[in-house]
């Protein structure tokens, strides 16, 4: 549900330490691996958006109402789906594109948050591959999309409260703040104009002194996510696209042309099919065995007085993740609210839906991490708590392409808590894919990049639980 924020190298670990785990135990049941799709089907948990963010949820368009044929249908009404249509509209125009809600737009991980808005793909984040020039390239490419959402919002009219004064990532040790040095000398030989913060420059700017230090990117930033929402939406509408709300769709027939039915029970038959439902796509039979649904939680306080915020010291409006596995980020907003969100993310077994007990106990540990870090703000009322599932692949990588007997099934998912910016990117390449002009896309890596194998239930859940109680002995000592 960060959709924003990553803790690079601590998070890909926890996940390979599911995937181990999971691994283990199929040695010794494979057969059980093999049934459990047909054993424990996937419902179709859609739990309403309680954060925040939904407040500023845009009127919802009525349901699909009549049977319908198009030439692109886009299953998913958050930011992969509304720039998906965009995006094909603009890039063919002569194509019918209809988007199919399964709740409200953004009802999902694009509305429920935590607003930032990072550079890079969280597997390179603060983490260089063997081809460092072309981490560099993505850097530049995550960057100048942010400046081009900012350019949306204006044409749209809409303010999405997209501020750009950098993103920090803060260190919990001095192991992590060295890493950061190293790191950081290599990207500016590059010339990414990226920076390390000591920790007295890093308590200047967020008023904390709990942290070794900070790694700084001046292109990250913070944005509303639903308003963001409203802008694609707005601007998918514009270019031509219908939007269909309260229309999930129940089942889907592949082939030459796709055939979906819905809840309702209408039809609608289209000879392209964008599967932009992130978290929920393995309940619609695809990429079961390919990203993890983590629900992670989120807290928002009411708004503070100027003499509050001048009193805790966060001189810079960016937000900021500290480097635990189990990340904890923290964002200010336009007027003045502080949200936090992160911790321990839950799994729950076949992707089950929101739990509130679960939700109560996040909440009261998001307290304590909030009083920890702004001791001045304890006893400070939550205005608003909120969990949501996030896609996550074992690797952190994401993945953009096309599948399907026909190559005419369309997807964008892993994203990794970095969705916000690379959401509308993957937008941009879905209909570059879907025109047949993807050449100039495949020279990056998370174009039709293969994700790492996640095994079935019930072997998912024992190591997820595994790995979960591992990091939470061993970090969460220190979490207040």
């Known amino acids: 549900m960060r959709a924003s924020s990553s803790s690079g190298c ?3 670990r926890f996940l390979k330490t599911v995937a181990l785990g999971g691994g283990g135990a199929l040695a010794a049941a494979a057969g059980l691996n093999a049934l459990s799709p047909s054993l424990w089907r996937r419902p179709l948990a859609l739990d309403p958006n309680l954060s925040y963010w939904a407040r500023s949820q845009p009127a919802e368009n009525p349901s699909l109402a009549e049977d319908r044929t198009v030439d692109v249908a886009i299953i998913g009404g958050g930011f992969t789906g509304l ?3 965009y995006f094909i509209r603009r890039t063919s125009p002569e194509k019918s594109v209809a988007v199919l809600e399964a709740r409200g737009c953004g009802n999902g991980a694009s509305g429920r948050n935590g607003a930032m ?3 890079m793909t969280a ?3 603060m983490n260089f591959s063997s081809h460092p020039a072309l981490d560099r390239d993505i850097y530049d ?3 100048a999309n942010i400046r081009s959402l900012s350019e949306l919002s204006a044409a749209a009219g809409i303010d999405c409260e997209l501020e750009i004064h950098g993103a920090l990532q ?4 001095a192991a992590d703040a060295q890493a950061a040095r190293v790191y950081v000398r290599q990207a500016r030989s590059l010339g990414m104009p990226v920076e390390y913060w000591d920790a007295r420059k890093t308590a200047g700017a967020i008023g904390s002194e709990v942290y070794e230090g900070a790694f700084y990117d001046p292109n990250g930033g913070h944005v509303h996510p639903m308003k963001l929402v409203h802008v694609l939406k707005s601007a998918a509408e514009r270019a031509g696209a219908s939007i269909y709300e309260n229309t999930p769709v129940e089942h889907i027939e592949e082939g030459r042309v796709h055939t979906l039915r819905t809840r309702d029970g209408r039809t609608i038959r289209a000879g392209s099919l964008v599967l932009a439902s992130n978290a929920f796509t393995p309940n619609l039979g695809f990429f079961r065995n390919s990203i993890l649904p983590l629900r992670e939680y989120a807290a928002m306080t009411r708004p503070l007085s100027d003499r509050e915020l001048k009193d805790i010291g966060w001189q810079l409006r960016a937000p900021f993740n500290d480097s635990r596995t189990e990340v904890c980020y923290f964002g200010l907003t336009e007027d003045r609210r502080i949200h936090v969100g ?4 839950r799994y729950g077994f076949n992707n089950a839906a929101a739990d509130p007990r679960a939700a109560r106990m996040h909440s009261a540990q998001l307290r304590r991490e909030l009083e920890r870090v702004f001791p001045k703000l304890a006893g400070i009322e939550f205005e608003a708590n909120w969990d949501g599932v996030i896609d996550w692949s074992l690797d952190a990588s994401p993945s953009v392409g096309r599948t399907g007997r026909y190559e005419n099934i369309f997807y ?7 969705g916000v910016n690379l959401t509308s990117i993957f937008g941009r390449i879905i209909a570059d894919l879907e025109a047949g002009r993807g050449a100039a896309w495949k020279r990056f890596p998370f174009v039709g990049a293969r994700l790492d194998y996640v095994p079935n239930e019930p072997f998912r859940w024992l190591a997820a639980k595994t790995g979960l109680a591992w990091y939470e002995l061993t970090e969460g000592g220190g979490r207040g």
Do not use: E, W
């Not at 803060?170 to 040790?173: A, E, G, L, N, Q």
């Open 10 to 12: 601590g998070r890909r």
């Open 83 to 85: 720039s998906s249509a």
């Open 117 to 119: 808005v990072l550079t």
């Open 123 to 125: 597997d390179r984040y």
């Open 141 to 143: 490419l995550t960057s």
């Open 170 to 173: 803060v260190f919990t040790s």
């Open 342 to 345: 992160g911790g321990a993310p």
């Open 412 to 418: 964008g998912l892993g994203y990794s808590g970095h």
